[in-house]
């Protein structure tokens, strides 16, 4: 999956696989985050957001599983 540069000052980048549905968040602190079953149009809606920490904290954070992955 490629991630794309998101304009955030919390999220560096962002990418969406949709054969399972799966977001995964790459923060500035450098720590990457798998969200699980999560819509594509939910995906396209945080692209689209003016703010994507505040589309995140209010859509995505706290609603959908998430794994946090290990890339060390």
């Not at 962002?14 to 923060?27: E, H, Q, R, S, V």
Request: glycine share 4%.
């Amino acid at each position: 999956m490629v991630l794309e540069s998101i304009n955030s000052s919390n999220i560096e980048s962002a990418g969406y696989d949709p054969t399972n549905n799966t977001m995964i968040l790459k923060f500035r602190s450098g720590v990457f985050y798998e969200y699980l079953k999560v819509p594509e149009l939910v995906y396209e809606h945080f692209k689209k957001a003016d703010s994507k920490g505040a589309f995140f904290s209010q859509n995505i954070r706290n609603v959908y599983a998430c794994n946090k992955i290990d890339v060390s």
